[in-house]
């Protein structure tokens, strides 16, 4: 059989690096005097590495786009935006890009884990009792 590539399980390394790398050139380049940044740095490397360890599905873009799952000139159409824009503004670009990459998917997973509860939770109540329909009005007839 065939192995599947079209995922990562936890964030990919080149991502975690790229997210880290983005906020130091970001701070350097735009805000040199805001601290955030800086102050910041530990807990965004902290919790790159924990989502490089996690079990969080990422895709592998380059593959799914390889494997046929999206027109070709859609790329080419993406590249070329992301062009413009890092040509652009490269500091905002990279950063959008990569922590959103970065953060994306695990805000996907919360939302899904917690979608899945809730619909556990309600079909484990079972059906609302219904009104009984005796005492629903019935259009074209007011004395029901």
Same mark, same amino acid.
């Given at each position: 059989?065939?192995?599947? /590539?079209?995922?990562?399980?936890? #964030?990919?390394? =080149?991502?975690?690096?790229?997210?880290?790398?983005?906020?130091?050139?970001?701070?350097?380049?735009? %805000?040199?005097?805001?601290?955030?940044?800086?102050?910041?740095? +530990?807990?965004?490397?902290? %919790?790159?590495?924990?989502?490089?360890?996690?079990?969080?599905?990422? =895709? /592998?873009?380059?593959?799914?786009? #390889?494997?046929?799952?999206?027109?070709?000139? /859609?790329? !080419?159409?993406?590249?070329?935006?992301?062009?413009?824009?890092?040509?652009?503004? =490269?500091?905002?670009?990279?950063?959008? %890009?990569?922590?959103?990459?970065?953060?994306?998917?695990? #805000?996907?997973?919360?939302? #899904?884990?917690?979608?899945?509860?809730?619909? &556990?939770?309600? &079909?484990?109540?079972?059906?609302?009792?219904? !009104?009984?329909? &005796?005492?629903?009005?019935?259009?074209?007839? +007011?004395?029901?």
């Amino acid at each position: 059989t065939k192995a599947d /590539h079209s995922r990562f399980l936890g #964030l990919p390394s =080149p991502a975690a690096a790229g997210t880290v790398v983005s906020l130091v050139i970001f701070h350097v380049d735009l %805000a040199p005097s805001t601290k955030m940044v800086l102050y910041g740095l +530990p807990a965004v490397t902290a %919790a790159c590495g924990v989502l490089m360890v996690s079990r969080i599905p990422y =895709p /592998h873009i380059l593959n799914q786009y #390889l494997a046929g799952r999206k027109p070709f000139g /859609h790329l !080419i159409k993406v590249l070329v935006l992301l062009g413009i824009l890092v040509a652009t503004r =490269p500091q905002i670009t990279l950063v959008v %890009a990569f922590c959103g990459f970065a953060t994306y998917f695990p #805000l996907k997973a919360l939302y #899904l884990r917690l979608m899945h509860r809730t619909a &556990q939770a309600c &079909q484990e109540q079972g059906p609302v009792n219904p !009104i009984p329909a &005796q005492s629903l009005p019935c259009p074209g007839n +007011p004395d029901r």
